[in-house]
């Protein structure tokens, strides 16, 4: 069996190929296709289609059935990314080393390529080859993760609390960001799971290990925003200070969020004790969220 850094490598580059083929379509509009590219295209992480991938790995799932949950959810967290740059929402020029979609090209082609991306995702979704029944949950499973309950909900909270005087607590600020990043990235374990046909036991043991990935994501990139720089970031550091966010760093202290990254850790070590080797790329993509420097 490969390890876990050549299957990572081997999806990663599938998930490429496969957004290629579903972006390389002639489009009504040139400059719409340019914007959602653009976006798309300019790299990133591919977290969660790799989740997507690693979980029907884990389950011994047909690895064909990952490729477009895997591509859907990819184009769906674009999609969040290019509108929550917007002047609107977080007001950024960075994303992924480039300039963002809408000063690339204008507010309102951002606007359209957001719309556009996420509308795509469902369309590929639809078309994922699986049976009907486990299509249409992994329909529900990525419109809820990306809805008032997932992550507009969250979206919408954390303007709220953006420079406010009220300072959320860390229960609060938890459940905000189980919401706004958590969730995508449970969705895109929950769909794995769906295509591998996990059993109640082992989906509630992937939820576990997805839960306490996203929250560790996030605590991650909360000290990378006031720890690192824009080069390596490939987006704005500093940004929440500057918006007066509330954050892990500025509620727990450096220290302490870096110690409950290392409980979360334990956890997603914990929830993978009952799977065997064929888990050890899920293993290796939470070390990459712990780790990761960018």
């Not at 300039?99 to 309102?108: I, L, N, R, S």
């Not at 997932?150 to 979206?155: K, P, T």
């Not at 295509?195 to 839960?211: E, I, K, M």
């Not at 914990?270 to 960018?294: G, H, N, P, T, Y």
Request: with cysteine; glycine share 8%; hydrophobic share 45%.
């Amino acid at each position: 069996m490969p390890d876990s850094a050549a299957l990572l490598a081997d999806w990663r580059a599938r998930t490429e190929a496969d957004l290629d083929h579903v972006l390389g379509d002639c489009f009504a509009s040139a400059r719409l296709a340019d914007a959602m590219r653009h976006a798309v295209k300019a790299g990133g992480k591919r977290i969660r289609p790799l989740l997507v991938h690693a979980t029907v790995h884990a389950l011994g799932g047909d690895g064909e059935h990952a490729r477009q949950p895997a591509v859907a959810v990819e184009l769906l967290h674009t999609y969040s990314l290019v509108h929550d740059d917007l002047p609107a929402m977080d007001d950024d020029a960075l994303r992924r080393g480039q300039p963002t979609v809408h000063v690339a090209f204008d507010e309102a082609t951002a606007i359209l390529a957001g719309d556009a991306l996420q509308t795509l995702a469902f369309e590929i979704l639809a078309n994922g080859g699986v049976p009907a029944e486990t299509c249409v949950k992994q329909l529900r499973e990525l419109a809820h993760a990306s809805g008032i309950d997932g992550m507009c909900g969250g979206q919408m909270r954390d303007l709220e609390a953006t420079g406010t005087a009220d300072t959320l607590s860390i229960t609060e600020l938890e459940r905000l960001h189980a919401l706004k990043t958590g969730a995508l990235l449970r969705a895109a374990v929950r769909m794995g799971a769906l295509a591998g046909n996990a059993d109640g036991a082992q989906r509630a043991t992937l939820d576990r290990y997805a839960d306490a990935l996203g929250l560790a994501f996030q605590i991650r990139d909360d000290l990378l925003d006031i720890e690192g720089d824009s080069a390596t970031l490939g987006k704005t550091a500093g940004k929440d200070v500057e918006q007066a966010k509330s954050t892990f760093p500025a509620l727990l202290g450096v220290e302490a969020s870096r110690q409950r990254l290392q409980q979360l850790a334990a956890e997603m070590h914990d929830a993978l004790a009952v799977f065997d080797q064929r888990a050890d790329a899920l293993r290796a993509i939470a070390r990459q969220v712990i780790e990761r420097d960018r």
